[in-house]
């Protein structure tokens, strides 16, 4: 019968879309669009490397103050003072302890993982994908919006572009896509320049506004008389900005983005994979760093905006909505020098996004393929790129591309990352012992619980998306699943000496294998068991037999590897006794590595699992055992297409 081969054509546009798919999850390999994470000694200075996660923190300035004084109003400076106390005293020793615990980049999420197990533990990160997700993809279609902005309300395009920010936007997320298509490296050099430069250009602004504040006597005044008029005293101010605080929380990101970057920290000539002690403490300066840095802007930038720029321009409309401070740059240094703090602007801003889209795609291949969770294409950059940049579309336009609509998403995302980073360093220390970090963590984790469930209440389009997200992935995770239930999932066999010896000697005769359930392991168990077989099977006695004994260790595992340890019991029988999260995979990773170590097709003998047979079967997608037998010859049959060469499955 004639095969249509597919056209060449369609071979290499499939070839260029799963390029780098065969590398992806293996031990070492490359798990995302980045190059390989520089190797120990040979990284970046900590200084360079904060300002790869800066593109993304810093450039919250673009946007951070108009939202402060669409919350807070005339207590724009106060609220942003609350906010840099949370930052300093709170997120800021979260993060360096989830630095000291993860110093390979892993994060909260993998400190999380590894202090649950089974099913809910993967559930659990299942959840904080999906809020992770929501973090990334939000600040995808957020930095493209508000560059967008900046475009459109710069006095010499705004006649020409007036009405298009919804086409510029997409434009903006479709060329970022395009960039991950042709391929993308994370360019520190780039990231140092963007960085030096829009923190130069609001210097510049800051300066010009404190000069302008200085020398208007009357505008400070102004402001502290309006202050006082409309809150009364300093406790009354306090008590507003606390229960306003949640919508300034876009503030705070930052930090997972300074955590994921750690990889590329150059660290001590000394240090090693297991004890790189150099790197955390560089990377701790770089998180301490970026946040004065941030806090200094932050807190002058609320000033000058509030004092300086009319209540009714940070409204929707108005000219400083979602661009404060270009509103002032324009305004008092010139269209000159504003144009090249907007292009400044819309540069970090895009870069912020590339930042999250490289996340996305560290972040997803880290944990789905390792579960069985992710379809095999997953693991490949291109489709990726393409998925989450057609969300990004979609986000984009149900938000109609609106800052302000889109800041309680993203809040909601990077709150929930860092609570569950508060409670999981709040957990650590109580194992340690350390009861002072123990109950300073745990209020930081109160504080930003409050936080969070404050935002989710007034903003609820937050985790109404992240709730979707969640919902997808666990689905698309679970079909996942279930379609790669059959796979051999067992990535290496090890056989101890004796072990070696029982298949060795088998293969002389015949290589029989009988899979058994422990249980008493006595004498009779065994015997009874091998009088079965033959009996089933109507084999003589003169047939010999090693026992397979598989023993289920975590079901919801999906790849590992296998060691396969023998012994003889009662001075008669030989038993190979291994573990493994699932046991038709093992006993089928068993038998053909035996064929291929012995050139000999090795049977293997079953009773009929009792029960009803779908019951069986979700025992075996759950909990690794159930329909062994019938699994087991359908996982040998997917991994060896030629029947002659295929283990022989038998079941009485």
Same mark, same amino acid.
Request: hydrophobic share 50%.
């Given at each position: 019968?004639?095969?249509?081969?597919?056209?060449?054509?369609?071979?290499?546009?499939?070839?260029?879309?799963?390029?780098?798919?065969?590398?992806?999850?293996?031990?070492?390999?490359?798990?995302?669009?980045?190059?390989?994470?520089?190797?120990?000694?040979?990284?970046?200075?900590?200084?360079?490397?904060?300002?790869?996660?800066?593109?993304?923190?810093?450039?919250?300035?673009?946007?951070?103050?108009?939202?402060?004084?669409?919350?807070?109003?005339?207590?724009?400076?106060?609220?942003?003072?609350?906010?840099?106390?949370?930052?300093?005293?709170?997120?800021?020793?979260?993060?360096?302890?989830?630095?000291?615990?993860?110093?390979?980049?892993?994060?909260?999420?993998?400190?999380?993982?590894?202090?649950?197990?089974?099913?809910?533990?993967?559930?659990?990160?299942?959840?904080?994908?999906?809020?992770?997700?929501?973090?990334?993809?939000?600040?995808?279609?957020?930095?493209?919006?508000?560059?967008?902005?900046?475009?459109?309300?710069?006095?010499?395009?705004?006649?020409?572009?007036?009405?298009?920010?919804?086409?510029?936007?997409? @434009?903006?997320?479709?060329?970022?896509?395009?960039?991950?298509?042709?391929?993308?490296?994370?360019?520190?050099?780039?990231?140092?320049?963007?960085?030096?430069?829009?923190?130069?250009?609001?210097?510049?602004?800051?300066?010009?506004?404190?000069?302008?504040?200085?020398?208007?006597?009357?505008?400070?005044?102004?402001?502290?008389?309006?202050?006082?008029?409309?809150?009364?005293?300093?406790?009354?101010?306090?008590?507003?900005?606390?229960?306003?605080?949640?919508?300034?929380?876009?503030?705070?990101?930052?930090?997972?983005?300074?955590?994921?970057?750690?990889?590329?920290?150059?660290?001590?000539?000394?240090?090693?994979?297991?004890?790189?002690?150099?790197?955390?403490?560089?990377?701790?300066?770089?998180?301490?760093?970026?946040?004065?840095?941030?806090?200094?802007?932050?807190?002058?930038?609320?000033?000058?905006?509030?004092?300086?720029?009319?209540?009714?321009?940070?409204?929707?409309?108005?000219?400083?909505?979602?661009?404060? @401070?270009?509103?002032?740059?324009?305004?008092?240094?010139?269209?000159?020098?504003?144009?090249?703090?907007?292009?400044?602007?819309?540069?970090? @801003?895009?870069?912020?996004?590339?930042?999250?889209?490289?996340?996305?795609?560290?972040?997803?291949?880290?944990?789905?393929?390792?579960?069985?969770?992710?379809?095999?294409?997953?693991?490949?950059?291109?489709?990726?790129?393409?998925?989450?940049?057609?969300?990004?579309?979609?986000?984009?336009?149900?938000?109609?591309?609106?800052?302000?609509?889109?800041?309680?998403?993203?809040?909601?995302?990077?709150?929930?990352?860092?609570?569950?980073?508060?409670?999981?360093?709040?957990?650590?220390?109580?194992?340690?012992?350390?009861?002072?970090?123990?109950?300073?963590?745990?209020?930081?984790?109160?504080?930003?619980?409050?936080?969070?469930?404050?935002?989710?209440?007034?903003?609820?389009?937050?985790?109404?998306?992240?709730?979707?997200?969640?919902?997808?992935?666990?689905?698309?995770?679970?079909?996942?699943?279930?379609?790669?239930?059959?796979?051999?999932?067992?990535?290496?066999?090890?056989?101890?000496?004796?072990?070696?010896?029982?298949?060795?000697?088998?293969?002389?005769?015949?290589?029989?294998?009988?899979?058994?359930?422990?249980?008493?392991?006595?004498?009779?168990?065994?015997?009874?068991?091998?009088?079965?077989?033959?009996?089933?099977?109507?084999?003589?006695?003169?047939?010999?037999?090693?026992?397979?004994?598989?023993?289920?260790?975590?079901?919801?595992?999906?790849?590992?590897?296998?060691?396969?340890?023998?012994?003889?019991?009662?001075?008669?029988?030989?038993?190979?006794?291994?573990?493994?999260?699932?046991?038709?995979?093992?006993?089928?990773?068993?038998?053909?590595?035996?064929?291929?170590?012995?050139?000999?097709?090795?049977?293997?003998?079953?009773?009929?699992?009792?029960?009803?047979?779908?019951?069986?079967?979700?025992?075996?997608?759950?909990?690794?055992?159930?329909?062994?037998?019938?699994?087991?010859?359908?996982?040998?049959?997917?991994?060896?297409?030629?029947?002659?060469?295929?283990?022989?499955?038998?079941?009485?």
């Amino acid at each position: 019968m004639a095969t249509t081969e597919q056209p060449p054509s369609t071979n290499r546009l499939r070839a260029w879309m799963l390029e780098g798919l065969s590398d992806m999850g293996k031990a070492g390999g490359h798990t995302g669009p980045h190059a390989e994470p520089e190797p120990p000694h040979k990284g970046q200075r900590w200084y360079r490397v904060m300002c790869l996660t800066g593109v993304d923190y810093f450039s919250t300035l673009g946007y951070q103050p108009g939202i402060a004084a669409l919350a807070a109003g005339l207590l724009s400076p106060v609220a942003t003072l609350v906010l840099v106390v949370v930052t300093l005293a709170g997120a800021l020793p979260v993060y360096r302890r989830v630095a000291e615990e993860s110093p390979h980049g892993e994060g909260s999420i993998a400190m999380l993982e590894r202090l649950l197990s089974f099913w809910k533990g993967k559930l659990f990160v299942l959840t904080l994908l999906g809020f992770a997700a929501t973090d990334f993809l939000i600040t995808i279609t957020l930095s493209a919006a508000d560059a967008s902005t900046h475009l459109i309300e710069n006095p010499h395009l705004q006649s020409t572009l007036h009405g298009r920010q919804m086409l510029i936007t997409l @434009l903006l997320v479709a060329l970022l896509g395009a960039v991950f298509l042709k391929g993308f490296l994370e360019a520190i050099g780039v990231a140092v320049a963007l960085v030096v430069a829009y923190l130069g250009l609001n210097a510049v602004v800051v300066v010009v506004g404190m000069w302008h504040v200085l020398t208007a006597g009357h505008v400070v005044t102004d402001w502290t008389s309006a202050l006082t008029t409309e809150h009364g005293n300093v406790f009354a101010m306090i008590g507003v900005s606390l229960l306003v605080f949640p919508k300034l929380a876009l503030g705070l990101s930052g930090f997972e983005t300074g955590v994921a970057v750690m990889p590329h920290v150059q660290g001590d000539p000394d240090d090693t994979e297991e004890n790189p002690k150099g790197r955390i403490r560089d990377t701790k300066k770089l998180l301490t760093a970026a946040a004065l840095i941030m806090s200094v802007f932050l807190i002058a930038t609320s000033f000058i905006t509030t004092v300086l720029i009319p209540a009714n321009e940070f409204k929707s409309g108005g000219q400083a909505n979602g661009r404060a @401070l270009a509103f002032l740059a324009h305004e008092y240094l010139g269209n000159a020098f504003g144009t090249v703090y907007d292009l400044s602007t819309i540069a970090i @801003l895009w870069f912020a996004g590339a930042s999250a889209m490289a996340g996305l795609l560290n972040l997803m291949p880290r944990y789905l393929p390792r579960y069985g969770m992710a379809p095999h294409w997953a693991r490949a950059v291109r489709p990726m790129v393409i998925v989450f940049t057609l969300v990004a579309f979609l986000v984009t336009w149900l938000f109609d591309a609106n800052v302000d609509a889109q800041s309680g998403a993203y809040a909601t995302g990077v709150l929930v990352l860092m609570t569950s980073a508060a409670i999981a360093v709040t957990i650590v220390a109580r194992r340690a012992g350390q009861r002072g970090w123990t109950i300073g963590f745990a209020t930081v984790s109160a504080v930003l619980i409050y936080v969070t469930v404050a935002n989710v209440i007034e903003r609820p389009d937050g985790v109404k998306i992240g709730a979707c997200f969640i919902v997808g992935i666990m689905l698309v995770s679970l079909l996942s699943r279930l379609a790669r239930a059959f796979e051999l999932r067992v990535t290496s066999v090890t056989l101890d000496p004796l072990a070696e010896r029982f298949v060795r000697d088998m293969a002389s005769r015949k290589m029989r294998f009988i899979a058994n359930e422990p249980g008493h392991r006595d004498k009779a168990e065994y015997r009874d068991k091998i009088e079965q077989i033959r009996a089933d099977n109507d084999m003589p006695e003169q047939e010999d037999f090693v026992f397979v004994e598989v023993t289920v260790t975590d079901p919801s595992e999906f790849e590992a590897g296998l060691t396969v340890r023998g012994e003889v019991l009662h001075d008669r029988y030989r038993v190979l006794t291994l573990e493994s999260a699932s046991i038709p995979n093992a006993l089928a990773a068993l038998l053909l590595h035996a064929r291929d170590m012995t050139g000999c097709t090795p049977h293997i003998y079953f009773e009929w699992t009792e029960g009803n047979p779908f019951a069986n079967f979700l025992r075996f997608f759950l909990f690794g055992q159930g329909e062994v037998a019938p699994v087991t010859r359908e996982v040998l049959r997917e991994a060896e297409a030629d029947r002659v060469r295929r283990p022989r499955v038998h079941t009485g």
